[in-house]
C-alpha cells in the first residue's frame, strides 16, 4: 500500500508542476529563450509532463481501486485529463481556467484515493 500513497503523492506533485509550467509559461517565454531554456516553452515537454501525470494517475488508482474497490477516483482522473487537454480551447483567457480545472480534478482524485485507502486500513 506504500507503493500506492507513494504514486499517489507522485502524481499530484507531477500535475502540480504541469500546472504551474502551463500558467506560468506565457509570462517566462520571452526570458527562457535569451538564456538559452526555450525547450521548455516545448509543446513536446507539456504534453510529456501531462502524459506522465495521467500515466503515474492510472498506475497508482488502478493499485488503490484493487484495494478500496472505488471506480470513482479513475474517473475524476479521466475527466481531469480531459478538461486538461481542451486547455487551447478557450482561448487565452480561458485557458488558466480549464488549466486549474483539469489539474485540480486529477489532484482531487489521487487524494480521494489516498483517503479511501486509509479508510481502509482503519
Known amino acids: 500500500m506504500s507503493s500506492v ?8 506533485w507531477v500535475t502540480a508542476v504541469c500546472a504551474i509550467h502551463c500558467l506560468l ?17 516545448a509543446e513536446t515537454l507539456e504534453k510529456t ?28 482522473l479521466l475527466v481531469g485529463g480531459l478538461i486538461y487537454s481542451q486547455k487551447d480551447t478557450m482561448g487565452e483567457l480561458g485557458e488558466p481556467i480549464i488549466i486549474l480545472a483539469g489539474a485540480s480534478l486529477i489532484i482531487i482524485a ?13
Open 49 to 76: 509532463i501531462l502524459g506522465t501525470s495521467i500515466l503515474v494517475g492510472a498506475i497508482a488508482l488502478s493499485l488503490g481501486t484493487r484495494q478500496h474497490a472505488r471506480w470513482y477516483p479513475i474517473a475524476l
Open 110 to 122: 489521487h487524494w480521494v484515493n489516498l483517503r479511501l485507502l486509509r479508510a481502509r486500513v482503519s
Open 5 to 12: 500513497k507513494s504514486l499517489d503523492k507522485t502524481g499530484m
Open 25 to 41: 509559461l506565457p509570462v517566462i517565454l520571452p526570458m527562457l529563450s535569451l538564456i538559452g531554456l526555450s525547450f521548455i516553452g
